[in-house]
T-cell receptor, first 116, second 108 residues
C-alpha cells in the first residue's frame, strides 16, 4: 500500500503570495495533521483534521488554514507568505482521531517551501 | 518553552547499545511520551511510546523514570541504518510537542 503522499515536493514563492500544499493519507486513515519544520528544529503542530472537521490547532496565525475532503485528503493553505514561512511542511495520517495516548502517526516526506 | 530537552548529538559504535536521554520535567500524569526518528530527506518514523511502565518493541525499548520527569530510548544494537535524528515528544492537550531532537551518528 502507498504511504502518505505530499505534493509538490518543492515550491518557491515570493513574499505576499499564497500557497496550497496537498496531502493524501494512507488508505483507511481518517485523520490528517500538519506540521511545520524549520531547519534544525523539530516539527511544530499546525492542525489536525478528522472526518472533515478541525480537531486541533497549534499556535499559528490565521494566515494558515486547512481543510479535509470526503476522501480524507487534505490541503494546507498559507496566505500572505513571509520569509519566516520557509520550512519543510509535513503531513501525517493516523487511523483515527487522537485519543488519550495519541495515535501512531505516519508521515509523508514533506513539501519544502522557500519564500524569497 | 520546550516541553522536552535532549542532547543535540550523540555517537555510538556499530553493534553497541545506545541510550538516548530525554528530560520532560513539566510532564503531567496523563501525558504520553513518544519517540520518533527522522532519516535524511524523510518524514519522522514512529519508534515507541509509553505512559508509566517500561515498553519494548522490535525496534527499541523505552525506560521511563519513576517520577516520569525523564525517559531513555534504548537501541539494543546500533546499526548504520539507525543513524537519524531522534525526537522525544510529549502528547498533551491533544497535541504532539516535538523536542529539538538528538542527531545519532553510528560509527562503523
Amino acid at each position: 500500500d502507498a504511504g502518505v503522499t505530499q505534493s509538490p515536493t518543492h515550491l518557491i514563492k515570493t513574499r505576499g503570495q499564497q500557497v496550497t500544499l496537498r496531502c493524501s493519507p494512507i488508505s483507511g486513515h481518517k485523520s490528517v495533521s500538519w506540521y511545520q519544520q524549520v531547519l534544525g528544529q523539530g516539527p511544530q503542530f499546525i492542525f489536525q483534521y478528522y472526518e472533515k472537521e478541525e480537531r486541533g490547532r497549534g499556535n499559528f496565525p490565521d494566515r494558515f488554514s486547512a481543510r479535509q475532503f470526503p476522501n480524507y485528503s487534505s490541503e494546507l493553505n498559507v496566505n500572505a507568505l513571509l520569509l519566516g514561512d520557509s520550512a519543510l511542511y509535513l503531513c501525517a495520517s493516523s487511523l483515527e482521531v487522537w485519543t488519550g495516548y495519541g495515535e501512531k502517526l505516519f508521515f509523508g516526506s514533506g513539501t519544502q517551501l522557500s519564500v524569497l | 518553552d520546550a516541553k522536552t530537552t535532549q542532547p543535540n548529538s550523540m555517537e555510538s559504535n556499530e553493534e553497541e547499545p545506545v541510550h538516548l536521554p530525554c528530560n520532560h520535567s513539566t510532564i503531567s500524569g496523563t501525558d504520553y511520551i513518544h519517540w520518533y526518528r527522522q532519516l535524511p530527506s524523510q518524514g519522522p518514523e514512529y519508534v515507541i511510546h509509553g505512559l508509566t511502565s517500561n515498553v519494548n518493541n522490535r525496534m527499541a525499548s523505552l525506560a521511563i523514570a519513576e517520577d516520569r520527569k525523564s525517559s531513555t530510548l534504548i537501541l539494543h544494537r546500533a546499526t548504520l541504518r539507525d543513524a537519524a535524528v531522534y525526537y522525544c515528544i510529549l502528547f498533551t492537550g491533544n497535541q504532539f510537542y516535538f523536542g529539538t531532537g538528538t542527531s545519532l551518528t553510528v560509527i562503523p
